[in-house]
Nanobody, 124 residues
Framework: QVQLVESGGGLVQAGGSLRLSCTASGSIFSINTMGWYRQAPGKQRELVATITGGGSINYADSVKGRFTISRDNAQNTVYLQMNSLKPEDTAVYYC??????????????????WGQGTQVTVSS
């Protein structure tokens, strides 16, 4: 089991900034991908950004150039620096942890955990 604890959400005016943090604890494998997803009211959950332990990063087109994801592997923590926020960024932001193990027999086991979510509200 992996537990994810998020912090840093809140209310901000358009053009402002927020920084989200998420710390993982429990049975953490060294090879993993952590990231952020968001879900606005009435919409499906969507990817915001992900980062592997080796530092490979993926961003949604809608946040490129405004959001920066980073991680501290020693602290098992992932961050999301959000700048130039827009009202359309309003959503519940969820931290995610993904990993996979492969048994010597070739059988793989995937792990996928979510945080409780933190509300980000951007006023116009």
């Amino acid at each position: 089991q992996v537990q994810l604890v998020e912090s840093g959400g809140g209310l901000v005016q358009a053009g402002g900034s927020l920084r989200l943090s998420c710390t993982a604890s429990g049975s953490i494998f060294s090879i993993n991908t952590m990231g952020w997803y968001r879900q606005a009211p009435g919409k499906q959950r969507e990817l915001v950004a992900t980062i592997t332990g080796g530092g490979s990063i993926n961003y949604a087109d809608s946040v490129k150039g405004r959001f920066t994801i980073s991680r501290d592997n020693a602290q098992n923590t992932v961050y999301l620096q959000m700048n130039s926020l827009k009202p359309e960024d309003t959503a519940v932001y969820y931290c995610n942890y993904k990993s996979q193990t492969v048994h010597w027999s070739g059988r793989s086991t995937k792990y996928d955990y979510w945080g409780q979510g933190t509300q980000v509200t951007v006023s116009s």
